[in-house]
């Protein structure tokens, strides 16, 4: 805590100096560059400025100038959303929201649902590269009304990019800690090399986006090696004013040492394979007022996971899933308001070693109007039904209000309702003596009640709030002693109250001189009514406090960017991790280093994987923009 005490007396003191005026640089995020871009849900599309609940936005610019070799690092900064890594360099990541499990929050790509019917251990086996990306929205909160099934606790959509214009962004970085490796382990130091280039063809009439990425690893201790590699397509054509296709496809390989990940200490020397795929073909119509869009999709995932790397006669694992989704969105624009409605089906298999072989069906249909009254209240109602041929039929109604207190103030309320269907691997893992599924599981399903208050004024943003939330049925993997195996169990209640706040602040010190901090905090406190004698294998990992602060600083081409995260969770001690980063720019290229974990501290995000030491990257980034 004192190493994050002294971060923010840093930034207290570089903001002492700053004169506060409206600021105009290109090299900073404007206020009016986030209020633009529309939040790219299924079924209605909102301006950011029009939002009427707590949706955070992540633009490019944010991402390149920030520490972070990967999107699970570029995640760890955001309020409220929790990365816990079992591999560092962008392995294996769970990722949750305010409190929640990693299944009980979604991922998707330009819309399309990441969901992985195995495990969510496997949905950010993701194949877009961050210079692929446009920007992230992150919508806290029970989402089914926006987005279906398992968006119990929030939903994270990564947007990919997208222009009129043709550009090439091309970057190769090397990385290390310096430190000799584990006995065992070979010769040398541990570190890395890491490529990707993305490029987009752009016309008045479509977009082209193609990506490419491979990262290469030796580890950052014993058996910890981990090798990625990524390629994506995302294109649109539009045929005239009213009539578009779109098209997405990635690919994604991940192969890494799987040391303490899920067995420690037995599985020292496991190893795991992964390889994912999405497709998706989707159009867009405009009749008028009405317009319709189909889109058909599918995800396909490989996870062959090794306990003993060089046995592969026993102690192996191997999955395949596959899931097809078919979509229709419908939306009309009318004097009340705009209707949105339609369907969608989602149809998920699994062949598995030691989960069997399963299918299942989710049908779903939605209907929700977007409206205002007045120039100063807004408001979106609707209402979700769900069919699971597992588990019968659902109902999940919404409601969010906003009021415009003035032009700079706005209060917004939400009610949200959502539902998490049991993974596979939860109804029928048979991993003994380890884990064992249970095929009596009922789905979860959760009440999200949430209020906040937000200004925003030319270089200055805040927003704070508080949410409860109630999970009904609630899922988690527990045993009543160390010598029976972890297996799932409908446990009860959980009930989680959250508060957080988020002040963002820039300064133009001179013509070619900018500053700028942003602060967020976290705070959760969870409550249980049901059995609590059990040893959790999940829950207890989950955040209790998030403070993250960070300072950018920039004169003519040089910049420095600072990041520091106080983190506490419900057991174990707290932990600081500062990262910071220095960049230079010639031309169409930027020159930098970064340090992450700055201090050196010891700490782990998941069961029983030490995060990496003090870690040293290198880089060069290569931008070309059509002019």
Same mark, same amino acid.
């Given at each position: 805590?004192?190493?994050?005490?002294?971060?923010?007396?840093?930034?207290?003191?570089?903001?002492?100096?700053?004169?506060?005026?409206?600021?105009?640089?290109?090299?900073?995020?404007?206020?009016?560059?986030?209020?633009?871009?529309?939040?790219?849900?299924?079924?209605?599309?909102?301006?950011?400025?029009?939002?009427?609940?707590?949706?955070?936005?992540?633009?490019?610019?944010?991402?390149?100038?920030?520490?972070?070799?990967?999107?699970?690092?570029?995640?760890?900064?955001?309020?409220?959303?929790?990365?816990?890594?079992?591999?560092?360099?962008?392995?294996?990541?769970?990722?949750?929201?305010?409190?929640?499990?990693?299944?009980?929050?979604?991922?998707?790509?330009?819309?399309?649902?990441?969901?992985?019917?195995?495990?969510?251990?496997?949905?950010?086996?993701?194949?877009?590269?961050?210079?692929?990306?446009?920007?992230?929205?992150?919508?806290?909160?029970?989402?089914?009304?926006?987005?279906?099934?398992?968006?119990?606790?929030?939903?994270?959509?990564?947007?990919?990019?997208?222009?009129?214009?043709?550009?090439?962004?091309?970057?190769?970085?090397?990385?290390?800690?310096?430190?000799?490796?584990?006995?065992?382990?070979?010769?040398?130091?541990?570190?890395?090399?890491?490529?990707?280039?993305?490029?987009?063809?752009?016309?008045?009439?479509?977009?082209?986006?193609?990506?490419?990425?491979?990262?290469?690893?030796?580890?950052?201790?014993?058996?910890?090696?981990?090798?990625?590699?990524?390629?994506?397509?995302?294109?649109?054509?539009?045929?005239?004013?009213?009539?578009?296709?779109?098209?997405?496809?990635?690919?994604?390989?991940?192969?890494?040492?799987?040391?303490?990940?899920?067995?420690?200490?037995?599985?020292?020397?496991?190893?795991?394979?992964?390889?994912?795929?999405?497709?998706?073909?989707?159009?867009?119509?405009?009749?008028?007022?009405?317009?319709?869009?189909?889109?058909?999709?599918?995800?396909?995932?490989?996870?062959?996971?090794?306990?003993?790397?060089?046995?592969?006669?026993?102690?192996?694992?191997?999955?395949?899933?596959?899931?097809?989704?078919?979509?229709?969105?419908?939306?009309?624009?009318?004097?009340?308001?705009?209707?949105?409605?339609?369907?969608?089906?989602?149809?998920?298999?699994?062949?598995?070693?030691?989960?069997?072989?399963?299918?299942?069906?989710?049908?779903?249909?939605?209907?929700?109007?977007?409206?205002?009254?007045?120039?100063?209240?807004?408001?979106?109602?609707?209402?979700?039904?769900?069919?699971?041929?597992?588990?019968?039929?659902?109902?999940?109604?919404?409601?969010?209000?906003?009021?415009?207190?003035?032009?700079?103030?706005?209060?917004?309320?939400?009610?949200?309702?959502?539902?998490?269907?049991?993974?596979?691997?939860?109804?029928?893992?048979?991993?003994?003596?380890?884990?064992?599924?249970?095929?009596?599981?009922?789905?979860?399903?959760?009440?999200?009640?949430?209020?906040?208050?937000?200004?925003?004024?030319?270089?200055?943003?805040?927003?704070?709030?508080?949410?409860?939330?109630?999970?009904?049925?609630?899922?988690?993997?527990?045993?009543?002693?160390?010598?029976?195996?972890?297996?799932?169990?409908?446990?009860?209640?959980?009930?989680?109250?959250?508060?957080?706040?988020?002040?963002? +602040? /820039? =300064?133009? %010190?001179?013509?070619?001189? &900018?500053?700028?901090?942003?602060? *967020? !905090? #976290?705070?959760?406190?969870?409550?249980?009514?049901?059995?609590?004698?059990?040893?959790?294998?999940?829950?207890?990992?989950?955040?209790?406090?998030?403070?993250?602060?960070?300072?950018?600083?920039?004169?003519?081409?040089?910049?420095?960017?600072?990041?520091?995260?106080?983190?506490?969770?419900?057991?174990?001690?707290?932990?600081?991790?500062?990262?910071?980063?220095?960049?230079?720019?010639? +031309? /169409? =290229?930027? %020159?930098?280093?970064?340090? &992450?974990?700055?201090?050196?501290? *010891? !700490? #782990?995000?998941?069961?029983?994987?030490?995060?990496?030491?003090?870690?040293?990257?290198?880089?060069?980034?290569?931008?070309?923009?059509?002019?």
């Amino acid at each position: 805590m004192k190493k994050a005490i002294l971060s923010l007396g840093l930034l207290s003191t570089m903001s002492t100096f700053a004169q506060q005026t409206k600021y105009d640089s290109d090299s900073l995020i404007k206020s009016k560059d986030v209020e633009e871009v529309i939040i790219q849900g299924n079924r209605l599309q909102i301006p950011f400025n029009e939002a009427t609940r707590d949706i955070q936005v992540i633009m490019q610019k944010q991402i390149q100038a920030l520490p972070a070799k990967s999107l699970n690092e570029v995640l760890s900064y955001i309020s409220g959303v929790d990365i816990r890594q079992r591999g560092p360099f962008g392995t294996q990541t769970d990722i949750s929201i305010d409190g929640g499990t990693s299944e009980q929050t979604l991922v998707l790509i330009n819309g399309v649902k990441m969901i992985d019917a195995q495990s969510a251990h496997n949905m950010m086996n993701l194949p877009v590269p961050l210079s692929a990306i446009d920007h992230i929205e992150v919508i806290r909160g029970a989402a089914a009304r926006i987005y279906g099934i398992n968006a119990l606790t929030g939903a994270v959509n990564i947007v990919t990019k997208k222009g009129k214009q043709s550009s090439i962004t091309a970057t190769v970085q090397a990385g290390s800690s310096f430190q000799s490796k584990d006995e065992g382990d070979g010769s040398g130091i541990y570190g890395g090399l890491s490529a990707e280039v993305s490029g987009v063809y752009g016309t008045e009439n479509q977009s082209q986006l193609f990506s490419i990425a491979q990262s290469d690893y030796n580890g950052q201790r014993y058996n910890s090696a981990a090798k990625n590699t990524r390629l994506f397509y995302a294109g649109n054509y539009d045929f005239n004013t009213n009539n578009s296709i779109q098209a997405m496809a990635g690919y994604a390989r991940n192969h890494f040492g799987a040391n303490g990940f899920y067995a420690a200490p037995g599985d020292i020397n496991s190893e795991e394979h992964t390889d994912s795929s999405v497709f998706s073909l989707s159009s867009k119509h405009t009749f008028g007022n009405f317009t319709i869009s189909p889109r058909i999709s599918d995800r396909y995932g490989e996870d062959d996971y090794r306990y003993f790397k060089d046995d592969l006669s026993k102690g192996r694992s191997v999955h395949y899933t596959n899931a097809l989704m078919l979509e229709l969105n419908s939306s009309l624009r009318t004097t009340l308001g705009t209707f949105g409605f339609g369907v969608e089906s989602r149809l998920e298999k699994i062949n598995s070693s030691n989960i069997g072989q399963y299918e299942r069906d989710n049908h779903g249909m939605y209907a929700e109007l977007k409206t205002s009254l007045g120039q100063k209240i807004r408001g979106t109602i609707g209402i979700y039904g769900n069919y699971n041929t597992d588990f019968g039929y659902q109902v999940y109604p919404g409601i969010d209000v906003a009021y415009l207190l003035t032009d700079y103030w706005k209060i917004s309320t939400s009610i949200g309702s959502g539902q998490r269907i049991p993974s596979f691997s939860d109804l029928y893992l048979n991993q003994r003596p380890g884990n064992v599924g249970n095929e009596l599981l009922q789905p979860e399903n959760a009440w999200n009640y949430e209020g906040n208050v937000q200004y925003s004024k030319d270089n200055l943003q805040f927003k704070t709030g508080y949410f409860y939330r109630s999970i009904n049925d609630f899922i988690d993997w527990v045993r009543e002693n160390p010598s029976e195996p972890y297996s799932p169990r409908n446990l009860g209640q959980n009930k989680m109250q959250g508060f957080y706040g988020r002040l963002q +602040q /820039d =300064f133009k %010190l001179s013509e070619k001189q &900018t500053i700028g901090y942003d602060l *967020s !905090y #976290n705070y959760l406190k969870p409550s249980f009514e049901g059995s609590s004698e059990m040893q959790s294998k999940y829950i207890l990992e989950s955040l209790k406090h998030q403070f993250v602060a960070g300072i950018h600083y920039q004169i003519n081409d040089f910049s420095v960017q600072i990041k520091d995260r106080w983190l506490k969770r419900e057991l174990g001690d707290s932990y600081n991790i500062a990262d910071v980063r220095l960049n230079y720019k010639i +031309q /169409d =290229f930027d %020159l930098y280093t970064e340090v &992450t974990n700055l201090f050196n501290a *010891s !700490y #782990n995000e998941a069961g029983a994987v030490p995060m990496p030491p003090r870690w040293f990257s290198l880089g060069v980034r290569f931008q070309w923009n059509q002019h």
